[in-house]
């Protein structure tokens, strides 16, 4: 009994984490000058955006939580659960399937937004980077308003191994104002979904509501941040694995996006993305980026660019990480405990903390995880 209460006792302090149902709710000023904003935002020159964005954000470095710049709250509070289910019988070691296919340490995906019609027309320039440095990519695109999106130019991506996911439906802001306006523009994106053969969604701006999640027709979304000093939107879902509301896999984005790096930040190098995505791999988890072809058209930042995926292409080949598409990773997440490319592993503790052995697909031997 008192191990069935701890168990709901845990998964309800980590569902609450996921669902950000710890952070306060926008008061009506502040939602008022988010639709003032939006409203003048296509008169605004790029550096009145920017110089708003950082006085909006300016508080960023005294949120005590999530913790920055990589928050595993929920991975640490599942290594406690596994260590007290391990005491409480005994066993030396939990069996469980293996979170990646193939042992893989863990995962990486590449994610574009395309914000702008000059994003859209430099799509093609930066598959060419991505295909050089061999990674996949998935390209989030805006049905409406934005920019004209024909069926060559979706066929185009897809004809280069890209995938197709839907961003928004036009890209105002507004899509989770309300519950009116959300049913009203959720209609549409559906709609858009099914037209475009999309599985994927990501919100603009990262604005999100995961209890409206059941109304998506989509497989997976791409929505919520690790941790969201720099949003809009504060808060952080606290981990770096994907998981479920409802129906919809969660792909959290777990690195800071590009336009927070260059003009929030205002740095000038990928040490802080290197950082992250050694603490993602730490706990074996996703490393997931979000790179807007808009904004790489700058070459300072297109050299950067180019710099991270220099890095990832080492990292993955050197720690064995799965360099996959979105999609992929929804399809593992769904089918892995009947999967051929399953592992089964176990976890024990060590020196009082978690450690993983994993077995091989094809043969009944293990490997020790660092952890």
Known sequence: MLAETTNELFANIIDHLRYERYVKKESIVSTALRDVYYVLRPLMPAGIRKHLHRIHLNDWQRIPFPAWPVDTTVETLSEQLMMLELLRTGMRRMPFTWFWPDRYSGCVILTHDVETKAGRDFSAKLIDIDEAYGMKSSFQIVPEERYEVTPAFLDSLRARGREVNIHGLNHDGKLFRNRKTFLHQVKSINRYAKQFDASGFRSPVLYRNLEWYTEFDFSYDMSVPNVAHLDPQRGGCCTVMPYFVGHVLELPLTTT???????????????????QIDMVLEKHGLVSFNIHPDYMIDHRHRRLYEELLEHLRNVCGDRNVWIALPGEVDRWWREQDSSERACLAYASVEDGKIVYEVGDTRKNECVLVEQ
Do not use: M, P, T, Y
Not at 257 to 275: G, H, T
């Open 257 to 275: 996006q590009d336009w927070s790096l260059f003009n929030v930040l205002q740095q000038n190098s990928i040490e802080l993305w290197k950082q």
